[in-house]
């Protein structure tokens, strides 16, 4: 699997999408092991981006209490 950029709004339409056909039944067993193993993934780089985010989001706070 290439690791490529993917956006936070990419990942989240990824996971919204493989939960539905998981949902929906749409997968096989196969699939299902290699879509689990995906989301797992995405659902961490979400997280990268979100913890991120909110580190950036405090410094700017803080400089603008200083």
């Given amino acids: ?3 490529k950029k993917i956006s936070y709004n990419e990942a989240m339409t ?3 999408e ?3 056909k ?3 039944e749409e997968l096989d067993v196969d ?3 290699e879509k689990v193993k995906r989301v797992s993934v995405l659902l961490k780089i979400c997280k990268d981006k979100l913890h ?3 580190k950036q989001v405090e ?3 803080k400089e603008m209490e200083d």
Avoid: F, R, Y
Wanted: proline share 0%; aromatic share 0%.
């Fill in 14 to 16: 990824e996971i919204e």
């Fill in 31 to 33: 699939e299902l092991a």
């Fill in 22 to 24: 998981i949902e929906n």
């Fill in 59 to 61: 410094q700017v706070l």
């Fill in 18 to 20: 493989i939960l539905e």
């Fill in 1 to 3: 699997m290439t690791t």
């Fill in 52 to 54: 991120k985010t909110n």
